[in-house]
C-alpha cells in the first residue's frame, strides 16, 4: 500500500527550530516528486514546498529562506527543517506525493494524516 | 504567483442536486489544474487531476472541465458523503503552486 505518515509536529516557542519528516512506504521517494502543503487553523490549504525527484526545490515566499527540505534516501523519507519560526507558521503540515509516472500534470495524489506545528510563546 | 480564484466560497445544497464549483486562474495554466476534497480533520483526496481526468477510485458523478483559464469541478448528484470542501490547485508554475480559496458544500 503507498504511504506517507508525518511526524516531528508539537508547541514551539517563536524564533525556534522543527524538523519534520515524512516517511514513505509503497513507493521510492527518489522516483518521485514530494510537496508540502500546510494548512492554519480554520484557513485553506496553502502549498509550501516541492522537492523534485533531481534534488532540485522550490519554495513559497513565505519560507523561503527560513525552510529547507532534504531527502533521506536510505530511510525513503522527505524531512523539513523550519527555522526561525513564527506564530504564524502554526499549522498542519502535510506532505504528498507527485506521481512521476502516471501523470505529466503534477497532481498530489497521495497524502499523509498531517502533523501538528505550534508556534507560541 | 499565478492566483487561484474559486466562487462561490460556499454552498448549501441539497442531496441529488447538481452542483458546479468554479476556478479561475489569473493566467493561462493549460491542464495544469487538480481538485481535491477536504473533510474536516482529515487530509485532502485528489478527485479530478489535469483538469478533466478522474482519479481512480472517485466516483463517476465528479467531474472535470476546462482548460487555460477557466475551470469546473461538477457533482452530478450529490450525495451525503460529498458534503465537504473543495479546493483547486496549479501546477503550470513549477516554482509556485497554488491552491484557491476552497469552497464548502453544506446541507441545505
Known amino acids: 500500500e503507498v504511504q506517507l505518515v508525518e511526524s516531528g509536529g508539537r508547541l514551539v516557542q517563536p524564533g525556534g527550530s522543527l524538523r519534520l519528516s515524512c516517511a514513505a512506504s509503497?513507493?521510492?521517494?527518489?522516483?518521485?516528486?514530494v510537496t508540502w502543503v500546510r494548512q492554519a487553523p480554520g484557513q485553506g490549504l496553502e502549498w509550501v514546498a516541492t522537492?523534485?525527484?533531481?534534488?532540485?526545490?522550490y519554495y513559497a515566499d513565505s519560507v523561503k529562506g527560513r525552510f529547507t527540505v532534504s531527502r533521506d534516501n536510505s530511510n525513503n523519507t522527505l524531512n523539513l527543517q523550519m527555522n526561525s519560526l513564527r506564530p504564524d507558521d502554526t499549522a498542519v503540515y502535510y506532505c504528498?506525493?507527485?506521481?512521476?509516472?502516471?501523470?505529466?500534470?503534477?497532481?498530489?495524489?497521495?497524502w499523509g494524516q498531517g502533523t501538528t506545528v505550534t508556534v507560541s510563546s | 504567483d499565478i492566483q487561484m480564484t474559486q466562487s462561490p466560497s460556499s454552498l448549501s445544497a441539497s442531496v441529488g442536486d447538481r452542483v458546479t464549483i468554479t476556478c479561475r486562474a489569473s493566467?493561462?495554466?493549460?491542464?495544469?489544474l487538480h481538485w481535491y476534497q477536504q473533510k474536516p480533520g482529515k487530509a485532502p483526496k485528489l478527485l479530478i487531476y489535469?483538469?478533466?481526468s478522474l482519479q481512480r477510485g472517485v466516483p463517476t458523478r465528479f467531474s472535470g472541465s476546462g482548460s487555460g483559464t477557466d475551470f469546473t469541478l461538477t457533482i452530478s448528484s450529490l450525495q451525503p458523503e460529498d458534503f465537504a470542501t473543495y479546493y483547486c490547485?496549479?501546477?503550470?508554475?513549477?516554482?509556485?503552486?497554488?491552491f484557491g480559496q476552497g469552497t464548502k458544500v453544506e446541507i441545505k
Open positions: 493566467q493561462s495554466i493549460s491542464r495544469y
Open positions: 509503497g513507493f521510492v521517494v527518489s522516483s518521485n516528486f
Open positions: 522537492f523534485y525527484s533531481a534534488g532540485k526545490t
Open positions: 504528498a506525493r507527485v506521481p512521476t509516472v502516471s501523470s505529466d500534470y503534477y497532481p498530489m495524489d497521495v
Open positions: 490547485q496549479q501546477s503550470f508554475n513549477t516554482h509556485s503552486w497554488t
Open positions: 489535469a483538469a478533466s
